[in-house]
């Protein structure tokens, strides 16, 4: 009774009737509402499990894609560094070719500023000299002997200073006058000379050159000219036991080759070193055709000898194609490109000395 009345009244709910059962369920009633709780841990627990598997796949396969992202651009890096260097290799041979043609370039220069002072000096010795019809043919024999002059010791055009030559000592002829004699003698002795020297056909023998280098691909290297013969056809064994006797003989055979070397054999080449030998031999050609036409000698026997040389030691010699290309390249060695210094001086002193001999008269 004492109980009862210190709990607040329910108005919708009836008073439970007391039963000695309820002291042994009342403990167990809070089990119902922790069930669900025990629930929701477990799912947080496996979704925080699958959040982390998760995160770490992303992380894996990040770092998969950055190793393969850092392992293209090492090799991209590494192009641009190789094409670097191939860049400051050709800025290097550009520069040194730069500074050669701005050499040559300073030097024909110097020959335009004098020939552009000569020429100066033609007009004003023309004004001087209007009314002197001997005086104006020396002047102007001087100046196409000084332009022939120059020609020959430039690019050795030996045709150009004979006809220099030839038309001075035609106007000297036309002029008729004893005291041009002289000058005409010392005409024909440059004249005799230049007609002597050997003259070489640079067109022809840069055509001879350019057959070399169309042939170079053709050639057989030294590898591919020792073939072994292939083997005369004979008649098969009736008899089982005797053709596996004669093939058991035919691979034993062909374990051990003997031949017989009676002259040093050209060094065999793998395919990689065969092209750049092919190329380095097309090189050495080339640069003996541009020795050619500078008229240098020197630099172009050597390229030519050193061609040769590759011909004999890396290439088949008794290929046709081989001995064509040496017979070219000896005949062309034996062609002198440019003679010893050549000179017209003797004309040019003779008339720059009958032109001081008539201004000290005239003086």
């Known amino acids: 009774m004492d109980t009862s009345e210190h709990k607040p009244p329910e108005a919708h709910k009836p008073p439970e009737p007391q039963t000695p059962a309820e002291p042994a369920v009342a403990p167990e009633a809070p089990a119902a509402p922790r069930a669900p709780g025990a629930l929701w841990r477990v799912v947080q627990v496996l979704l925080i499990a699958a959040a982390l598997g998760a995160s770490g ?13 850092d392992e293209a651009l090492a090799q991209r890096l590494r192009g641009i560094e190789d094409a670097a260097r191939e860049a400051r290799a050709a800025a290097r041979t550009s520069a040194d070719t730069v500074r050669d043609l701005q050499a040559k370039l300073a030097a024909l220069e110097g020959r335009l500023a004098e020939t552009q002072s000569q020429q100066a000096a ?57 005291q041009f004699q002289v000058v005409r003698r010392a005409l024909a002795r440059d004249i005799e000379r230049l007609k002597s020297l050997p003259t070489a056909d640079l067109a022809a023998m840069s055509r001879q050159l350019d057959a070399v280098i169309d042939s170079i691909d053709a050639l057989p290297l030294g590898a591919e000219g020792r073939r072994e013969p292939a083997p005369a056809p ?20 062909g374990l051990v080759v003997v031949r017989r070397v009676d002259a ?21 050609l080339l640069n003996a055709r541009l020795a050619l036409l500078a008229r240098n000698h020197a630099g172009f026997a050597e390229d030519l000898r050193v061609a040769s040389d590759w011909l ?34 003797d004309s040019l002193d003779a008339v720059r000395a009958f032109k001081a001999r008539r201004e000290r008269n005239s003086g």
Request: charged share 25%.
């Open 122 to 178: 033609l007009e004003s010795l023309y004004q001087s000299l209007s009314r002197n019809s001997d005086e104006w043919q020396i002047a102007e024999i001087e100046q196409v002997l000084a332009i022939a002059e120059q020609q020959l010791q430039l690019s050795g055009n030996v045709r150009a200073a004979l006809l220099a030559l030839q038309l001075a000592d035609a106007r000297l002829a036309r002029a008729d006058r004893p």
């Open 57 to 69: 796949w992303v992380w894996y396969d990040a770092r998969l894609r950055s190793g393969a992202a």
């Open 234 to 253: 004979q008649a098969e064994p009736a008899g089982a036991l005797e053709r596996f006797g004669t093939g058991l003989w035919r691979d034993l055979r």
């Open 264 to 284: 040093p054999e050209p060094p065999l080449l793998p395919a990689s070193q065969a092209y750049f030998l092919r190329e380095n031999l097309r090189l050495r």
């Open 312 to 345: 004999q030691r890396y290439y088949e010699r008794e290929a046709p194609g081989t001995r064509e290309a040496l017979d070219r390249l000896k005949a062309l060695q034996e062609t002198p490109v440019r003679a010893e210094p050549l000179s017209i001086s």
